[in-house]
C-alpha cells in the first residue's frame, strides 16, 4: 500500500537553529499537507500546498515557517529559528482528487527544541 | 472558526462490547467527516469517512452523521485490545480536494480483555 514516508523520525535541535523536516507523499497525490501535534494537544494544521504554492495556512504558520517542492517527490517544511513551543510532532500529509478520500499521514517527525 | 469537541475519555470497555465514540461539531457548511486512529506516538490512521446523513458501515466499524444536529459518532462492534487507541474525529469544509481537516482532540478507548 502506498505510503508517505517522513525523515528523520526525530530530530532534537538548538533553540534558534534552523531544522528542515522532509516528506515524500504518495506518488500521484496532488495535494500535501502539513499538520503538527503539540505533546497531548489536538493535531493542528500548518499549510496545505498545491500545484506548486501554499493553498491554504494556519495562523500558527507564521514567517518562521516555509514549505517547498524542490523537485518532483519531496515536499519540505523548514522552522527558520526554532523556539522550545516549536517541540511537537510533525506530520506529513497527502491526498489525490481520486480513489479513497481522506488524508494519507506520515509517520511523523518528533522535533525536540532543546 | 471550526470546533471540533470530543469527551476525552478514557472510555473503558470489556473485550466484546461495542464501543461508541462520539463527537459535536460547530461548522454547518462542513460536508466531510472523518474517523481516525491514534496509537500513541504513532501518526493518525483514516478509518472511516462518511459524507451523507445516516449510517456507514465498515467491517466491525459503523459511522454515524445527523448534519441537523451536527454529530458525528463511531460505533465499534465486538471491541478487541488491539483497538485500544485515541479515536480522533475530524471535519472538512466544503468537500474540495484542497481543504484542510480540523481535528478534535481526541477520545481515548481502552478494551479491557
Known amino acids: 500500500e502506498p505510503e508517505v514516508t517522513q525523515t528523520p523520525s526525530h530530530q532534537v535541535t538548538q533553540m534558534g537553529q534552523e531544522v528542515i523536516l522532509r516528506c515524500v507523499p504518495i506518488?500521484?497525490?496532488?495535494?500535501f499537507y502539513w499538520y503538527r501535534q503539540i505533546l497531548g494537544q489536538k493535531v493542528e494544521f500548518l499549510v496545505s500546498?498545491?500545484?506548486?504554492?501554499?493553498?491554504?495556512k494556519s495562523e500558527i504558520f507564521d514567517d518562521q515557517f516555509s514549505v517547498e517542492r524542490p523537485d518532483g517527490s519531496n515536499f519540505t517544511l523548514k522552522i527558520r529559528s526554532t523556539k522550545l513551543e516549536d517541540s511537537a510532532m510533525y506530520f506529513c500529509?497527502?491526498?489525490?482528487?481520486?480513489?479513497?478520500?481522506?488524508?494519507?499521514f506520515g509517520s511523523g517527525t518528533r522535533l525536540t527544541v532543546v | 472558526q471550526k470546533e471540533v469537541e470530543q469527551n476525552s475519555g478514557p472510555l473503558s470497555v470489556p473485550e466484546g462490547a461495542i464501543a461508541s465514540l462520539n463527537c459535536t461539531y460547530s461548522?454547518?457548511?462542513?460536508?466531510?467527516f472523518f474517523w481516525y486512529r491514534q496509537y500513541s506516538g504513532k501518526s493518525p490512521e483514516l478509518i472511516m469517512s462518511?459524507?451523507?446523513?445516516g449510517d456507514k458501515e465498515d467491517g466491525r466499524f459503523t459511522a454515524q452523521l445527523n448534519k441537523a444536529s451536527q454529530y458525528v459518532s463511531l460505533l465499534i462492534r465486538d471491541s478487541q485490545p488491539s483497538d485500544s487507541a485515541t479515536y480522533l474525529c475530524?471535519?472538512?469544509?466544503?468537500?474540495?480536494?484542497?481543504?484542510?481537516?480540523?481535528f478534535g482532540g481526541g477520545t481515548r478507548l481502552m478494551v479491557k480483555p
Open positions: 500529509a497527502s491526498r489525490g482528487t481520486e480513489g479513497p478520500i481522506g488524508y494519507t
Open positions: 506518488s500521484n497525490h496532488l495535494y
Open positions: 500546498f498545491y500545484n506548486n504554492e501554499i493553498s491554504e
Open positions: 461548522d454547518r457548511v462542513s460536508q466531510s
Open positions: 462518511i459524507y451523507s446523513n
Open positions: 475530524a471535519l472538512e469544509g466544503d468537500g474540495n480536494a484542497g481543504n484542510m481537516l480540523t
